[in-house]
């Protein structure tokens, strides 16, 4: 197939998924009545519930599931020498290009990735290799003058004015800043948190020291983290607000490289129990080192628009704890018994997106498929949710709003929500409530119908196989136990 055509029915994919995020209650666009805001989103009724599944299950795996890690709930707002010491103010900041005719700023990355597309397009690959080539080096050494003369030189047009008329490349710091204080003069510029490290890092000490904390430890941290980014593509891919799961494991020097290795695997093994075919997922080496690390490397997944970055594992030196030693004059160090030494730990770091997360989730488990035979045939679109990941577990439905069928539905509905996240209807006919329930991922629905009557039976009908079977009332809450828990994917990670 071209790769045009490729791109095209990838983008149709992804298009879709995003109406029925919309349609179903997952993602909204922010403040959608005044026409939004841009890479800005809410997520709705059911992408909470998701969310809050993936976020939990992280900080099941990476707090409670090492006896070595905590975690910690830091403030957003932070002193603003923390960003002077991280290097924020000065090198936060993506290399930016304005069309002078149509005022339309660019990433300059993402500008000749773009042409470099357009270049495989056309079958020109050797051309379109030569050019990344060469983006690469510049970016690898900050000429930001030869960037431009390669977008020049590569007649790289502005997509609204068709000109080639460009700016200088500029680079433009990626941080939201605000003003703490109530006079005007007094005022301080502080910032809304780029990334959620540094408040690891700044609290490295109270959490080693309160909770008797041996290297190698780590400390996690879930929260919100702003980027003003330029070029806002991809619908929750990048978000200008979006919220990190991050893990800061401090570790003996030298043995650095060790602890990034067995962290780039465990953390590929999260994504792959969490059900993603292995072939969707893969490594990514930094091409161009960050000034802080001595590796990196980014796990990416194979969305509907091309493998891109969901999580990143960073051997950040002891670049940041020096820093903040720097810039606090307060030590930064720990003393290692077994070793009689005193030294600033080395880091790894291991980054992902809660939200680029969820949106994995929500391309691989959105299935289109059709069923029944001949006139009965149909199409079936449901989100083929890991039940401990699903919004809703089970749902519960008296075949009839008659004799006594809704009460006994009932009663299995206010025992199970006790434990789970289940949801009662009895309105409209079966199909109907089943559909209703696939599309949103509900891995289990539950029918009361006549014969419970008579043997306290009901039918559980299976989302992904439509396979229905008739179990005792008081089977229920093990079934839906068994397959909700997070003991599954845990046990895969051992
Ligand atoms: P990118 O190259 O895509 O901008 P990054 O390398 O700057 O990402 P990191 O700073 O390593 O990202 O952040 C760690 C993780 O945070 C990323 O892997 C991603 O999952 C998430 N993340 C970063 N920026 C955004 C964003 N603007 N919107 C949503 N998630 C983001």
Redesign the pocket.
Known sequence: MAEKEKNQIENATLKKIISHAKEYGFVFPSSEIYDGLQAVYDYGQYGVELKNNLKSLWWKTMTHFYENIVGIDAAIFMHPTTWKASGHVDGFSDPMIDNKDSKKRYRVDHLIEAHIETLKDLGQKDKAQEVEDKMNALIKEDNLAGLRELIIDEKIKCQVSGTSNWTEVRQFNLMFSTKVGSVAEEAETIYLRP?TAQGIFVNFLNVQKSGRMKVPFGIAQIGK?F?N?IVARQF?????E?E?MEMQFFVRPGTEIEWYNTWKEARKAWHLALGIPADKIKFHDHEKLAHYANAAV?IEYEFPFGF?????I?SRTDFDLKNHQQYSGKKQQYFDTEINQNYIPYVVET???A??TFLVQLCNAYTEEVVGEGENQKERVYLKFHPALAPIKAAIFPLTKKDGLPEIAQKIYQDLKIDFNVFYEEKDAIGKRYTRQDLIGTPFCIVVDHQTLEDNTVTVRYRDTLAQERVQISELQDIIAKATSFRGILEQLK
């Open positions: 990334e983290a980027r980014e929750i891919f990048r978000m200008r979006f990190q980014d891109k970055e969901i999580e990143g960073h980054s992902v997106g939200d680029r």
